[in-house]
T-cell receptor, first 111, second 114 residues
């Protein structure tokens, strides 16, 4: 059974600081997604990571994937208040069409 | 672009009542999904439809039924609602696994069962 663990589950940080969210998964997968969710809203896709060593960047967010370590990271550089949200990783099950989701990391960035 | 549209957005049911959540997508996607989101648990898959005419159980299917009415529409039915089904429900669609695309989500249905 594929399990996906995110840590931390809650993160409060100051504007201008850097931090990393970790996503570990338990079995082989070749596709990993990062999503953002604002309170009371839907989920918005941030990144799709397809292969070992993949790195994608959008603004102050950078995501990477290490399939050998079964680990993805979402790095936040010089955080700003607008990045406050809950971030989810989801791992694709190769055997079917299912995505298995982490519990989410609630990020609060204080001015 | 409408994307994925869910109705209703909010619903309160009494225990034992039934209801159907509607979902429609206008992106010509093959795959559609129903998730529930509970605090601290991420999203859990209830049912999915890999293509028109097929449906399969996900992680938490008990108490739910689905219908893939056509390529655009995928509905979720609660036959006899229970308080444990209080949750936020999201419908999502995706082209299919062979293509490199993400899943697109509806705005969610906040369901309370009293």
């Amino acid at each position: 059974e594929l399990k996906v663990e995110q840590n931390p589950l809650f993160l409060s940080m100051q504007e201008g600081k850097n931090y990393t969210i970790y996503c570990n998964y338990s079995t082989t997968s070749d596709r990993l997604y990062w999503y953002r969710q604002d309170p009371g809203k839907s989920l918005e896709s941030l990144f799709v990571l397809l292969s070992n060593g993949a790195v994608k960047q959008e603004g102050r967010l950078m995501a990477s994937l290490d399939t050998k370590a079964r680990l993805s990271t979402l790095h936040i550089t010089a955080a700003v208040h607008d990045l406050s949200a809950t971030y989810f990783c989801a791992v694709d099950m190769k055997s079917n069409y299912q995505l298995i989701w982490g519990a989410g990391t609630k990020l609060i960035i204080k001015p | 672009n409408a994307g994925v549209t869910q109705t209703p957005k909010f619903q309160v049911l009494k225990t034992g009542q039934s209801m159907t959540l509607q979902c429609a997508q206008d992106m010509n996607h093959n795959s559609m999904y129903w998730y529930r989101q509970d605090p601290g648990m991420g999203l859990r898959l209830i049912y999915y439809s890999a293509s028109e005419g097929t449906t399969d159980k996900g992680e938490v299917p008990n108490g739910y039924n689905v219908s893939r009415l056509n390529k655009r529409e995928f509905s979720l039915r609660l036959e006899s609602a229970a308080p444990s089904q209080t949750s936020v429900y999201f419908c999502a669609s995706m082209q299919d696994r062979r293509t490199v695309t993400e899943a697109f989500f509806g705005q969610g249905t906040r369901l309370t069962v009293v």
